[in-house]
Every structure is written in C-alpha cells, then in structure tokens.
C-alpha cells in the first residue's frame, strides 16, 4: 500500500432512477466507458497519488472491484470498495470505516460529477491540508432565485449575491470528517452541511462547470457532447507526433518564428448566452457573441500560431459558414490548429495573451486558465489582463479584445 495521506471516497452506489437507465447510475456508459471509470480517471489524474475506496451498489460490488482495482493498480494507486447503503450518508460513513491510518485528508466526491477535472481534486485537497477545515468548490448562482409556498406563489426574489451551488470533491480533515459522521442526528443533502451542523467552519473555493452533476438524460447527453470534445483535442495532440504526416520545412523557414493573433467579440444580446473565455466557462458573466462560442482568447492564439507557421487565419481554417463550428468551443479550434502545425513541421514554442475587457475578472482563474491552455497547445501559455480606462467599446463593456502573440519552431 501507498503511503499518501490523501484519500478519495468516491460514492456511486446510487440507483439513479431519473436517468432512465436498467443499470445502476455509475454504470451507466459513458463516452466508450462507465460514469464510474470516467470520474475515476480524474481521481487517478491527481498530482499525487490517493487511496481511493469506491462504495458502489451492494449487489455489484464485485463486478466494480473487477472493474477498478485493476485500473487503480495500473496508475500506482491503492483501491477497495465496499458495498454501499441506503442512503448517500450511510455510503459514505462505510467508505470512511475503510481509510487506513496514514490518511490526514478526505475527500468525498459524487461518482455522478464524472467530469470534474484532477485539478478541481489537488486544488480543494491542498486547500484543506492548508487551512485545516472542511473545503467545497462551489460556483455562483447565475439565475434568479425566488422563495415560493406549498402553492407556488412567489413570496420573494432571494439575493444570489449571496449563494453558491455546491459541487464535489468536498474535502475535510480525517477527524473533523469522522468526527461528525459519528455525532450525525439527522439525514444532510451532502457532507458540507453534515460538517457544518458539527459546528465546524467551511470554505468555498471556486467550482468548475465541467463538475455538473448527471441526473437526467440531458446531463448525460451534454457530458458525451464534453467527452467527444476532449477527445478530439487529444487526437489532435496525438498526430503531432507523427513524423509521417509532416511535410518538409523549406530552408528558409529553419529558425523560430514569432506571429501575432487578435480577436475580438461583443457581448451577446442574448442573457443566457454563456460566456467561455481562455477556454473556461464564466457563470454569472454574459457571453460573447459568435459563430462558435465566441473565446476570443483561444481564437486570438489559433491566428497567432497560424501567422507564425504561415499557414493563413482561422477564418479560413475554419469558415462561418461551415455548421459543423457553430456553437464550437475553443479548444476544438486549438487542437485542430497544433495538428495542421504539426503537419507542415512546426510545433509551438510558448504563447502569451493579453485579454483587454472589464470583465469578466480574470486574476482569480488566471492560473487554472493557464493550466488549461497549455495542456491544450503543448507548450506554457501565459494570460494577462488589461482596461482600458472607460475608453472604447472595451470601456464601455460591450465586448472583449484579445491579442495573442505565439513562438513557434522547426520540429
């Protein structure tokens, strides 16, 4: 066994009913996979190494033991599980009954949010071990909110500005965490609030929309629309390796090049128009306006590279007019564009963007933006922002201007 001091209580051992599924809601398929398996990678894509226990449904414990030991075995990782109970929080007081004693931190994480990405997981347990009490990822609440009767007369608008929507992995110290699974009186929604009616404190940190929670059919249907996404992208990352395709690099083009790339969006009429910008999801904000999704961010660094390599614009990579971009997010049109990169000889160096806007605030996911960007082009990608000063449409919020300026090599 792993000497880590982390571990993942991951709980699937709901029956998911809503979903409309004959099979259990964590073995329901997903993107070539199971629920189950595609949270699970997340949790074995964490900086380091947890001990994870799986409560799964009681009648299928072997099948997922099947399943996922040998999965967890292949990433280093120590795993068990444990059959579930008859609720979510008699689940997870078996699945802490299974922490060995080297553990220090806890994290409890909903199998139905399979998409939660690794670094949602390292960023709330570095934040428990940091501050020493119970951590939730949460996002604002973007629509309005009104408290209604038995009836559904409305009795009032509650102030959003003061609520957040839960996500999972919640994290927590061992024995804060054991300690109020022992004292629980009554049945809580989730393990925040069990900890909280213990009487100890608990922080939000920033969510990540991919963290949603699959309930019904079209949770499920948007989590195989992400998934293809991702995939594509990583095709895309995978033919950059392949020497076969690339063509040979003329001589004068054998030293680095340098090209600049800007893009600029307005703000959509429409209010439920979501915003993605440097490839993340901005609840609350207003998106931009566009053909795609309209991340000036990403399609500024596409122009970039694509001037730098000589290979044109991305409206002519890809035009308006094709339908199979409408709607698009940013990171198909990166991925696509390190391949054609990869295919005539060149491979990205580093990329600097500067977004120019007042909003959406930028510094607070800066580095998760960062982080994103650069798994995307295979290369560190830094981001920057700017006003300008109440000057111009960017002054005036009706839209962001992103500049990109992108390094490229012979490879």
């Known amino acids: 066994m792993n000497d880590s001091t982390v571990a993942v209580i991951v ?9 409309g599924h004959p099979e259990p809601k964590a073995l329901v398929p997903l993107g070539g996979d199971t629920i189950l398996g595609v949270a699970l990678d997340a949790v074995l894509g964490m900086r380091e190494a947890p001990y994870v226990v799986v409560v799964a449904p ?14 967890a ?3 280093s990782v120590d795993l068990v599980v444990v059959a579930g109970g008859l609720t979510r929080q008699e689940s997870v007081a078996r699945g802490i009954a299974e922490l060995p004693r080297e553990v220090e931190v806890v994290l409890v994480h909903d199998a139905a949010r399979p998409l939660a990405p690794s670094q949602v997981f390292d960023e709330v347990a570095a934040a428990v071990e940091g501050r020493g009490r119970g951590i939730v990822p949460g996002l604002p609440v973007v629509d309005t909110v009104k408290r209604v009767d038995a009836e559904g007369h409305v009795l009032e608008t509650v102030d959003r500005s003061e609520l957040a929507a839960m996500q999972t992995p919640q994290g927590f110290p061992r024995e804060v965490l054991e300690s109020a699974y022992a004292s629980a009186g009554a049945e809580f929604t989730d393990d925040a609030a069990l900890v909280a009616g213990a009487g100890v404190a608990v922080d939000v940190v920033p969510g990540d929309a991919r963290a949603f929670k699959i309930t019904v059919p079209s949770d499920l249907h948007r989590a195989e629309q992400l998934l293809t996404e991702r995939a594509a992208a990583a095709s895309a990352a995978a033919t950059r390796a392949e020497p076969s395709s690339r063509r040979a690099l003329p001589a004068h083009a054998a030293t680095p ?23 993340l999801r901005w609840p609350g904000e207003r998106g931009l306006s566009g053909h795609s999704d309209g991340d000036a961010v990403a399609h500024a660094i596409c122009d970039a590279l694509l001037a730098a390599a000589g290979l044109g614009d991305i409206g002519g990579m890809f035009g308006t ?50 982080e994103l960007l650069t798994r995307i082009v295979g290369a560190p990608v830094s981001v920057a922002a700017t006003t300008t000063d109440g000057l111009g449409f960017t002054g005036r919020g009706e839209g962001v201007t992103a500049i990109a300026t992108a390094l490229v090599v012979p490879s």
């Open 321 to 370: 007019a094709d339908p199979r971009f409408s709607g698009a997010h940013g990171e198909v049109f990166l991925g696509e564009t390190v391949r054609r990169l990869a295919d005539a000889g060149w491979r990205v160096g580093n990329v600097s963007v500067q977004v120019v806007g007042n909003r959406p605030r930028l510094a607070p996911r800066r580095a998760e933006a960062e």
């Open 73 to 75: 075995a292949a990433a």
């Open 58 to 71: 009681a009648d299928r414990v072997d099948e997922v033991r099947e399943r996922c030991v040998p999965r």
């Open 257 to 279: 090049r340098v090209g600049t790339g800007i893009d600029v969006h307005a703000f959509s009429d429409d209010s439920e128009t979501p915003l993605w910008l440097a490839g």
């Open 11 to 19: 709980v699937a051992a709901g029956s998911g009913t809503r979903l």
